[in-house]
């Protein structure tokens, strides 16, 4: 059986040689265990500004089995993920952050569990000491909140999985442009098993992971996997609807009473609820707007600029770099 390790790198010059060295040790050991028959390494540079690709260029040159795919722009960590899955040529893929936070050597057993018949292993952090304080609170709200929201998550689940060649397959025939793959692989249904494992410190660098771009990929959960968020919308104008018809009560009995102060019940109260509230949820129906603007468009995910030992089929060996050919069809859920 032949494995691929899919890896995807922004900004990782000071980690890479590191990564490659103990995945190389492993994959190797693996041989010679006779756990996998072959290997391929791919790296997926998403627009990295450092010395990252000339890094990567450098070990497919020395290693043919090394692989990388190279974006033409910054694309993101989700499609870059995608990428290297869709050009995977094993029988296994397993996807791995390339700041070693997330163990490799948990990837055996994964192979075995996998061998066993799971077709999805996940890597779950049962130990996030080495997380700030405020990483790890607002990691645990995302996923109950994301619960809440009635999205399937795997709890403590980042992308540190295995795939068999049927859930890779299956995973092809996905062509939204808007991808998470956390909800995406648990709703697929395939039979999945669980590998846990402490989280350890970053090797070198910094995080990519800002705020900004946190906020950005709860959003990104939320819209892509659950209209409950409309659905609420629709209970709580309802329940203010009620709210509405109570208050015009109210308002005529204190008028009938003499009691009424004017113009505060009728115009102010109204104004600042059902404006504040409408102005809400346009906001929220303006997200589903927009996840529809962007799905019409029909843009790719990702635009590949070059590869390196490369081949069509995703496991030959072709020294050259192909330019500009590899770009992702959203239609059809291959790359041409």
């Known amino acids: 059986m032949k494995l691929s390790v899919v890896i995807p790198c922004f900004n990782e010059e000071q980690v890479i040689a590191e990564v490659n060295k103990r995945l190389y040790t492993l994959m190797n050991s693996y041989i010679e265990k006779e756990l996998i028959g072959d290997y391929e390494i791919i790296y997926v540079d998403d627009g990295s500004s450092d010395g990252t690709l000339p890094v ?21 960590h989700q499609p870059a993920l995608t990428a290297g899955l869709y050009h995977a040529g094993g029988d296994m893929a397993v996807s791995l952050d390339a700041d070693l936070q997330d163990p490799p050597e948990i990837i055996e057993e994964m192979i075995r569990r ?20 405020f990483k790890r609170a607002s ?31 299956a995973f092809k025939r996905y062509g ?28 070198a660098g910094t995080t990519k992971y800002t705020l900004k771009k946190m906020v950005s990929f709860a ?7 659950t209209n409950f968020p409309l659905r609420l919308a629709f209970v709580l ?17 204190n008028k009938l009473q003499g009691s009424a102060v004017p113009g505060w019940a009728s115009i102010v109260l109204p104004m600042y609820l059902f404006g504040g509230i409408q102005l809400m949820f346009i906001g929220i129906l303006s997200e589903y707007v927009g996840k529809i603007y962007m799905e019409v468009k029909r843009r790719p995910v990702f635009i590949i600029r070059e590869t390196y030992n490369l081949g069509n089929d ?3 060996g072709v020294s050259n770099p192909r330019r500009n050919k590899d770009i992702f069809d959203k239609n059809q859920g291959n790359s041409p």
């Open 56 to 76: 990567l260029k450098r070990l497919a040159e020395a290693d043919k089995r090394v692989k990388t795919i190279s974006f033409s722009g910054n694309f993101g």
């Open 114 to 133: 996998c061998k066993d018949g799971a077709d999805i292993v996940y890597g779950v952090r049962d130990d996030r000491q080495e997380d700030t304080w």
């Open 139 to 169: 990691a645990m709200a995302f996923y109950k909140f994301m619960t809440m929201m009635g999205v399937n998550l795997i709890y403590n689940h980042a992308d540190y999985r295995l795939l068999s060649r049927p859930a890779l397959d």
């Open 176 to 203: 939204e442009v808007n991808r998470f793959l956390r909800g995406m692989f648990p709703s697929m249904g395939f039979k999945h098993s669980i590998v846990t494992y402490k989280r350890e410190r970053r090797f």
């Open 219 to 225: 959003v990104e959960g939320i819209t892509s996997f």
């Open 237 to 253: 104008g309802f329940i203010n609807f009620l709210a509405a018809i109570a208050l015009g009560i109210w308002t005529i009995v």
């Open 314 to 316: 995703s496991g030959g």
